[in-house]
């Protein structure tokens, strides 16, 4: 069976393997004080053209989302996002967990706007209300569109006028950048957000994702709330190690590229056979609708997603491509959905 549910179903790239099994039996300190991490920090402020940043490895996604926002908010502060956003659909409340309130506004294709952002504050006037004090973004987001740089300048501007820290979820971030028609790069981050990531663990690493602090005010005593919030990995050398294999070169953006060219084809083919979307992906998620009797028939084959029921007849699915996609299951794929339009 062939799978198109995710984008962190395999291990990880190889490069990152052998060089694990090169380093097995080597001794380092531990808790990402080793000199893997150095090293992977120096080229994370090298590839962002910005030295004055803190670098922290984390073991994943949500331990991030909740680890920032904790240590960023006080108590009776809240973070805004889209209604898609993952710390509002998909981490268990880890975020209210941590005694904060999410915000959310509508969005559009996943995305949030100024306007959305400034309503929301407008509307928590005083102290018998939380208050915003963050913006929380994905780029990729949730839906799989993007943030241009204009768009993003638009939010940190707004966030600034507002006194709001933003917060940019870079889980999907080398799929953002690689999408075809995007404008944004590293090198912009650190311009625009006060704080952000660089997603490992759906984009070749094992697990792990590589936290960038640009915001002075954010910096301190961040460790400690790594630690508490369950964040810090004892063998951190494995998360440097496999952000310095991913960092060297051009690996990182040319196996989030992959991910993307492997979902623009299998979208190409769709829209050949005149198959309908939820709406328009320029990366590696694609939300393609199809007849229930037809999506019946392709789960012979292959392991596919729901997204949503567009109608008693019809569903809209999500189709995930990954850095190791096979050329082969997406001709595959689209050779399946030919013969069945």
């Given amino acids: 069976m062939i799978s198109f549910v995710n984008d962190y179903s395999e291990g990880a790239c190889e490069e990152i393997m052998q060089r694990m099994q090169e380093t ?19 080229k994370i402020k090298k590839k962002i053209d910005y030295e004055d ?23 009776f502060e809240a973070v805004i996002c889209a209604e898609t956003g993952h710390i509002n659909v998909h981490e268990t409340g880890a975020v209210e ?5 999410v915000l959310y506004a509508p969005g559009q294709n996943g995305k949030i706007s ?3 952002i400034e309503a929301i504050v407008a509307k928590h006037t005083d102290e018998h209300m939380v208050k915003p004090a963050m913006v929380y973004l994905s780029d990729a987001t949730e839906l799989g569109t993007y943030y241009t740089y204009a768009e993003l300048k638009a939010i940190s501007d707004c966030c600034h006028a507002h006194g709001l820290y933003l917060f940019l979820d870079g889980a999907r971030l080398g799929n953002a950048l690689a999408a075809k028609g995007n404008d944004l790069t590293m090198a912009h981050l650190p311009q625009l957000c006060d704080v952000f990531y660089i997603g490992g663990t759906k984009n070749g690493a094992l697990f792990g994702e590589a936290l960038v602090i640009v915001n002075d005010r954010l910096k301190p005593d961040f460790r400690f709330y790594i630690k508490q919030n369950g964040g810090m990995l004892a063998k951190g050398r494995l998360l440097g190690l496999q952000f310095d294999t991913l960092l060297e070169g051009d690996l990182y953006m040319r196996l989030a590229a992959h991910a993307n060219k492997m979902a623009q084809q299998i979208a190409d083919v769709l829209n050949e056979c005149q198959i309908p979307f939820l709406f328009s992906s320029e990366t590696n998620q694609i939300f393609p609708i199809f007849e229930n009797a037809v999506l019946a028939q392709l789960r012979e084959q292959f392991e596919l997603g729901d997204w949503e029921a ?3 007849q019809r569903t809209a699915i999500r189709i995930v491509t990954s850095w ?18």
């Fill in 24 to 42: 097995n039996h080597l001794q380092t300190c531990g808790y990402g004080l080793d000199e893997f991490c150095k090293s992977a920090a120096d």
């Fill in 53 to 75: 940043c803190d670098v922290h490895f984390l073991v994943g996604g949500t331990q991030c989302n909740k680890t920032v926002i904790a240590a960023s908010l006080r108590p």
């Fill in 97 to 101: 967990n941590s005694g904060h309130k």
């Fill in 114 to 116: 100024c306007e959305e």
């Fill in 310 to 312: 567009v109608d008693e």
């Fill in 324 to 341: 190791d996609t096979k050329q082969d299951a997406v001709d595959q794929f689209c050779q399946t959905v030919r013969s069945l339009a």
